[in-house]
């Protein structure tokens, strides 16, 4: 089974915010052939990191160990009803091709499908919806291959199901996943632009009237983009825009033109106020019908950096507003916008929404400009809202500063104590969050 180990290429993340060398790479097929990699790497006395996509903007899935690529480990591996049970590397973006023809979707979605199925979940990864939880709450059991090479299935009835959703990676490797779907259904999506203050000052109120409510504001602008997306049998007639304008707002202003305006920002900061506000013109109101990925899901290539903090629903109006002042204070050029959304409180012991009704708030740079004074900046307005990071997404916290946001750290520490005492999942980021 050595031979599963072959010499690994750099690695970096999609977002360009982190690299590593690993010292071997491994693709298993199987549940026995991960124990078999997890087995040789402890001979070698080398750390074990699975790899997804490479979408965290956080160094979580960094190692000088062993890399391991789920992606031979996908698709449909058995279907009970609405339980679908997937490969860990499945990637969201394949979903689609494997339910449609069953009747099933995802209850909910993120508004970016290119991460694993194991990888998305095991960070936070969430779409939008004051009723709706992360995609880790849509997991009834999974496949665990922990440190001496056991392999567990764990679900509802056991002790490990809240630490396992939503593990960062820290406890094991996921093989597989069954996740409650729900039948095909169709979103209408109404799109349109708005006074950004109308929009904080009745918050909440626009948080709960919709099945999924979020909102984009770019900086140096008054409006806010806000997006009410209601939910609607599948067999709802589909409304489209026609091809032309579709390419329009999909293809040529949200990547194309806007690829254009933060390279120019990136050479030209004092430019990006008045693009900004030119690109809020540009913004016109659009309302179509059509299947749930295809509204959830949006086609992002232009390289960005993103950290995002949940916070308590209600604070999000005061903390966008203080995030507002400090980039006018701090005469910050940023040209991309800020991404508002929320969640239901689930029971996932490191789930930014653990027993809290959340608000998500992301702040993002283009890739080839520094986010480091915006971001702390940010990080420090959301600490003082009790916030907790998107695991995927950059931030500075520590194991000590964690401890005081999530009330089942210790929990989950027993947890990983118990499965990996010696470390086999570590590395510098676990290092840092979790303690050593």
Request: hydrophobic content about 45%.
């Amino acid at each position: 089974m050595t031979s599963l180990l072959t010499p690994a290429p750099p690695w970096r993340n999609w977002g360009r915010s982190f690299s590593a060398q690993p010292s071997f790479a491994a693709r298993p097929s199987s549940a026995d052939e991960v124990a078999a990699v997890i087995r040789s790497a402890r001979d070698r006395s080398l750390p074990v990191k699975a790899v997804g996509s490479g979408h965290s903007f956080s160094s979580i899935a960094s190692t000088t160990g062993v890399h391991v690529d789920l992606g031979a480990l996908s698709g449909i591996v058995a279907v009970d009803g609405c339980l679908v049970t997937l490969g860990a590397g499945t990637k969201l973006h394949e979903l689609p091709a494997l339910l449609d023809p069953l009747g099933l979707a995802l209850t909910n979605m993120g508004d970016i499908d290119r991460q694993s199925l194991a990888g998305a979940t095991s960070t936070g990864t969430h779409g939008t919806g004051a009723t709706f939880g992360g995609l880790a709450t849509q997991i009834v059991a999974l496949t665990l291959v922990t440190a001496d090479g056991s392999i567990s299935r764990i679900d509802a009835s056991s002790p490990l199901f809240h630490a396992a959703r939503l593990g960062l990676g820290a406890l094991g490797i996921i093989v597989d996943l069954t996740i409650e779907c729900v039948p095909s259904f169709s979103l209408l999506a109404l799109e349109q632009p708005e006074p950004l203050d109308d929009v904080l000052d009745n918050f909440e109120a626009r948080a709960s009237a919709v099945d999924h409510f979020e909102f984009y504001w770019f900086p140096h602008t008054t409006t806010a983009l806000t997006k009410s997306n209601s939910r609607l049998p599948i067999d709802e007639p589909p409304r489209l825009q026609s091809p032309l304008a579709a390419w329009v707002d999909d293809e040529l202003l949200a990547n194309g033109v806007f690829a254009l305006t933060c390279g120019l920002g990136r050479i030209a900061p004092s430019t990006v106020p008045a693009v900004n506000r030119l690109a809020e013109k540009l913004v016109a109101q659009r309302e179509i019908v059509d299947v749930s990925h295809r509204v959830f899901v949006a086609d992002r290539r232009v390289r960005f950096r993103e950290m995002e903090f949940a916070i308590p629903r209600s604070a999000v109006p005061e903390a966008l507003r203080a995030i507002r002042a400090a980039i006018e204070s701090n005469g910050w050029r940023v040209s991309f916008p800020l991404e508002v959304r929320v969640a239901a409180s689930d029971p996932n012991w490191l789930s930014p929404a653990f027993e809290r009704e959340s608000g998500y708030i992301a702040v993002h740079r283009y890739f080839r400009e520094d986010p480091r004074e915006y971001f702390e900046s940010v990080e420090a307005i959301m600490a003082s809202f009790g916030g907790r990071p998107h695991w995927g997404k950059m931030h500075n916290l520590d194991a000590a500063a964690l401890h005081e946001v999530y009330p089942r750290f210790d929990d989950f520490l027993a947890v990983r104590n118990a499965l990996d005492p010696e470390r086999v999942f570590g590395n510098e980021y676990l290092s840092r969050v979790l303690g050593d």
